[in-house]
């Protein structure tokens, strides 16, 4: 086909290839969330519903894109673990983190309105999600990566339930909970919790202390095999029935998780 004078114009644009042979990781998250979960009436500290729509979000996001191995989500993010050897848009970064916030953003809007029948969303708050790739080459900082993002999940979840506490059960302003928390570390936190309201932190849901895990479960296929299988050979796996997405909300900072999904990390 014969270009126009116009076609140099490509020459502008560049492009990012992710580094091959390391692990991918796209974390979306909610752009001003702050001010979405206020405006929907999220309750506070956790809001079921909204957490089962990420949480039903993420899933649609890891059935349509195969290579993605794992995903981890708390609050307003979600985190996307592309398998090592993927070679999903070539590995263009734009492509990928475009299509991972635009995905995500259209699964989360089509679930809203069975978990949050009586609020359709309107036109001038609709959730809007950005998207980030980092690469990790190693298994330790891939590890560290999630250790990160679960341990950020649970300082924020145990200083948000104490404050609501305070302020819902214990009568105090806003402003009188954080200052009555600012000097507090995690175990005080668990005291003024048990001590004046009564509540063991650790009976918490769990979804609410761990964070939603969702992993990529293979049914009558040898583990060492997933690896080495194409995109392609992935995807026939799933019409076939023989792959499942799995909703955890369990520790993902100790061994025994990796252990016992050794396809995670090869
Ligand atoms: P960003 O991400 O820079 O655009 O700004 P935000 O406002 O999204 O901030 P971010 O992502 O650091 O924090 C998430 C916000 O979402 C935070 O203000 C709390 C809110 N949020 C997330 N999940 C829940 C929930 O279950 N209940 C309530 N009440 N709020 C929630
Ligand atoms: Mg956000
Ligand atoms: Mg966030």
């Known amino acids: 086909m014969a270009k126009s004078r116009f076609e140099y114009v490509k020459q502008f644009e560049r492009e990012n290839y992710l580094l091959p042979d390391s692990w991918i990781v796209i974390r979306v998250d909610g752009r001003g969330f702050h001010r979405f979960s206020s405006h929907y009436d999220f309750r506070k500290p956790n809001d079921e519903r909204a957490l089962r729509v990420m949480n039903q979000a993420a899933g649609a996001v890891m059935r349509s894109i195969p290579d993605v191995m794992m995903a981890y989500g708390d609050s307003d993010e979600y985190s996307f673990v592309l398998r090592k050897n993927c070679t999903l848009f070539e590995r263009r970064e ?3 983190v475009s299509t991972f916030a635009s995905t995500f953003t259209a699964y989360y ?5 069975a978990e949050f029948p009586d609020q359709p969303l309107e036109m001038a708050h609709l959730p809007t999600f950005d998207s980030r790739a980092v690469v990790y080459p ?4 891939l590890r560290d990566y999630f250790s990160w993002r679960q341990a950020d999940c649970h300082i924020n979840n145990l200083y948000n339930t104490t404050f609501w506490t305070l302020v819902q059960q214990g009568g105090r302003t806003t402003q ?5 928390l600012c000097k507090t570390v ?5 005291e003024i919790l048990f001590s004046k309201f009564g509540i063991n932190y650790n009976n918490e849901p769990e979804m609410y202390k761990k964070g939603t895990t969702l992993v990529r479960e293979y049914l009558d296929v040898d583990p060492e095999t997933v690896a080495t299988l194409s995109s392609r050979q992935l995807e026939r796996l799933r019409k076939k029935n023989k792959v ?5 909300y369990v520790d993902i900072i100790g061994d025994a998780f990796w252990n016992e999904r050794p396809w995670l990390l090869m």
């Open 94 to 96: 734009s492509k990928l």
């Open 109 to 113: 809007m089509q679930l809203w309105p």
């Open 138 to 141: 190693s298994v330790r900082s």
């Open 186 to 190: 995690s175990s005080d936190k668990h």
């Open 176 to 180: 009188q909970a954080e200052e009555e």
């Open 244 to 248: 499942e997405v799995r909703e955890l």
